[in-house]
């Protein structure tokens, strides 16, 4: 199972930025995907993650309003679009799958089974 993380990069504050995980080796509906994030000398963080057609979403406290998640099984890949990021926004970005039943959003850490390797994100004051 491979989860490649890309779209990561250096965007000024108040950008956006839009991430992209395809998943190969699973079946990839089968699998509620999640988004964590991870800055320097922190904990690992969720930020949200949906269910295995895409038809049901869940956001930290903290992510509403400015992270949105979706995916297209079709094409094996979860995105994640950042809109009016600050610089605090800065970490490197995760995606992880879950297998799930259909209506699961997974929004616990430890149930992810599979991760990816991570994409940097910087964000410029």
């Known amino acids: 199972v491979q989860l490649q993380a890309s779209g990561g990069g250096l965007v000024q504050a108040g950008g956006s930025l839009r991430l992209s995980c395809a998943a190969s080796?699973?079946?990839?509906?089968?699998?509620?995907m999640g988004w964590f994030r991870q800055a320097p000398g922190k904990e690992r963080e969720f930020i949200g993650s949906?269910?295995?057609?895409?038809?049901?979403?869940y956001y930290a406290d903290s992510m509403k309003g400015r992270f949105t998640i979706s995916r297209d099984n079709a094409k094996n890949t979860v995105y994640l679009q950042m809109d009016s990021l600050k610089p605090e926004d800065t970490a490197v970005y995760y995606c992880?799958?879950?297998?799930?039943?259909?209506?699961?959003?997974?929004?616990?850490?430890?149930?992810?089974?599979?991760w990816g390797q991570g994409t940097q994100v910087t964000v410029s004051s």
């Open positions: 949906l269910n295995r057609n895409g038809s049901s979403t």
């Open positions: 080796g699973l079946t990839f509906s089968n699998y509620a």
């Open positions: 992880a799958a879950a297998r799930a039943i259909l209506s699961d959003v997974v929004p616990d850490e430890g149930r992810y089974q599979y």
